[in-house]
T-cell receptor, first 117, second 115 residues
Framework: AQKITQTQPGMFVQEKEAVTLDCTYD???????LFWYKQPSSGEMIFLIY??????QNATEGRYSLNFQKARKSANLVISASQLGDSAMYFC??????????????FGSGTKLNVKP | GAVVSQHPSRVICKSGTSVKIECRSL??????MFWYRQFPKKSLMLMAT?????????EQGVEKDKFLINHASLTLSTLTVTSAHPEDSSFYIC???????????FGQGTRLTVV
């Protein structure tokens, strides 16, 4: 079964507006971490934000916030005040804390975000 | 944050030759390194996990004789694509964790083209 699902292959947003990128996950573990990474065309993976499964508050990092709904197993990324430089692929990922290799990540299929001027 | 350096960033090789990709942790000791493969416009697919000083663990469907992984030191892991074919052309990216295992740091990736 797919552990991470991103249902939006591509998204458009107007510059300065907010956008939500969807992510749902599947795990039977109680302890896990959820991550969002940005991958520009150059290829490197840029860490954006992290949410632990036991964190009660939604994570925020500058213009990025993670809308964590544990019961629904969703971890949507919200980017506020979009900038042209936000155009990139965005990947949602999960790490199961009790897996043999703690930092084995499961990645979603990604969402290509295009910010329009 | 910690830095993971991957080299080369781009490589073109002839079909039938082997190519080695290096992944180095620059300011921490990487007890575990992961190798991923990414097809165009696709997600990252985990190929193998390597722990320093032991044999790599390969994911199902990944040919261990084709993709040789060595993690001989705490700062270096290498992926060697042996007898490369055009279908091996892809983007390969590594990640590394330290002893605390609290975070994974990614390299910049290597774009391999086999002609």
């Amino acid at each position: 079964a797919q552990k991470i699902t991103q249902t939006q292959p591509g998204m458009f947003v107007q510059e300065k507006e907010a956008v939500t990128l969807d992510c749902t996950y599947d795990t039977s573990d109680q302890s896990y971490g959820l991550f969002w990474y940005k991958q520009p065309s150059s290829g490197e993976m840029i860490f954006l934000i992290y949410q632990g499964s036991y964190d009660e508050q939604n994570a925020t990092e500058g213009r990025y916030s993670l809308n964590f709904q544990k019961a629904r197993k969703s971890a949507n990324l919200v980017i506020s005040a979009s900038q042209l430089g936000d155009s990139a692929m965005y990947f949602c990922a999960m790490r199961e804390d009790y897996s043999y290799n703690f930092n084995k990540f499961y990645f979603g299929s990604g969402t290509k975000l295009n910010v329009k001027p | 944050g910690a830095v993971v350096s991957q080299h080369p960033s781009r490589v073109i090789c002839k079909s039938g030759t082997s190519v080695k990709i290096e992944c180095r942790s620059l300011d921490f000791q990487a007890t575990t390194m992961f190798w991923y493969r990414q097809f165009p416009k696709k997600s990252l697919m985990l190929m193998a996990t390597s722990n320093e000083g032991s044999k790599a663990t390969y994911e199902q469907g990944v040919e261990k004789d084709k993709f040789l992984i060595n993690h001989a030191s705490l700062t270096l892991s290498t992926l060697t694509v042996t007898s490369a074919h055009p279908e091996d052309s892809s983007f390969y990216i590594c990640s590394a964790t330290d002893r605390t295992n609290t975070e994974a740091f990614f390299g910049q990736g290597t774009r391999l083209t086999v002609v």
